[in-house]
């Protein structure tokens, strides 16, 4: 079992910039990707970034450029660094790991991103 608990939610201003923190534990394998994914309300769970074990991302095309993903490997940590912020960023973001090996997947309980205008 892998636990995950994001931190750094909450309300910012259009224009402006919050940074997420996920931390990972439990039986955490060294080969995996890690990231972030958000839903809005009325809307399906959508992806924002990931990053492999490997340093390698993978972001949505509306985030591209203004929300980099990052990790520490020796913490157990990733990062979602967000810039620009619009109000359609609004949504609960949930930190997600999955093992290469397994495929499996796990998720945080999600942090609220709320973006006023």
């Known amino acids: 079992q892998v636990q995950l608990v994001e931190s750094g939610g909450g309300l910012v201003q259009a224009g402006g910039s919050l940074r997420l923190s996920c931390a990972a534990s439990g039986s955490i394998f060294s080969l995996n990707v890690m990231g972030w994914y958000r839903q809005a309300p009325g809307k399906q769970r959508e992806l924002v970034g990931t990053i492999t074990s490997s340093s390698s991302t993978n972001y949505a095309d509306s985030v591209k450029g203004r929300f980099p993903v990052s990790r520490d490997n020796a913490k157990n940590m990733v990062y979602l660094e967000m810039n620009s912020l619009k109000p359609e960023d609004t949504a609960v973001y949930y930190c997600?790991?999955?093992?290469?090996?397994?495929?499996?997947?796990?998720w945080g309980k999600g942090t609220l991103v709320t973006v006023s205008s």
């Open positions: 997600t790991y999955k093992r290469l090996n397994s495929g499996i997947s796990y």
